[in-house]
């Protein structure tokens, strides 16, 4: 890229930028969805295996409170699907996000080969 670029140019290319911080900053956030929904899984998994009349305990900040088997199920039950549902509109976050990018990457590329309405590589009326 020589020289300065057409201002319509330079504003597809901030919105790029500004689309790769955005599938940077979702791609984070569905990463530590699933991670916290793999947890919630396991100890779902987990709290099924034991008796149901085992001590338990929950943690509250910095606490540990004691709580019964069905509300340490239920709670386990609603995050999972909680987090199920987040992790899903993150993808389809992700996937629009995406697709928006690489629409914007063609429309720049494009200008920037001066393809303007053009018929081909040189434009209408060839070379």
Do not use: C, H, W
């Not at 085992?54 to 709580?67: A, K, P």
């Amino acid at each position: 890229m020589q020289g300065s670029l057409p201002p319509e140019a330079q504003e597809k290319l901030e919105e790029l930028q500004n689309l790769q911080e955005t599938a940077q900053n979702v791609s984070e956030q569905k990463q530590s969805s699933e991670s916290a929904l793999n947890e919630a899984q396991t100890a779902l998994t987990t709290l099924e295996e034991i008796d149901g009349d085992s001590q338990m305990y929950r943690e509250v900040g910095e606490l540990l409170i004691e709580t019964d088997y069905e509300s340490a199920k239920d709670d386990l039950e609603e995050k999972v699907e909680s987090l199920e549902v987040r992790v899903e509109q993150l993808t389809k976050q992700e996937t629009r996000v995406q697709e928006k990018f690489e629409s914007l990457q063609e429309e720049l590329q494009q200008m920037l080969q001066g393809g303007a309405g053009g018929a081909g590589p040189m434009g209408p009326g060839g070379a």
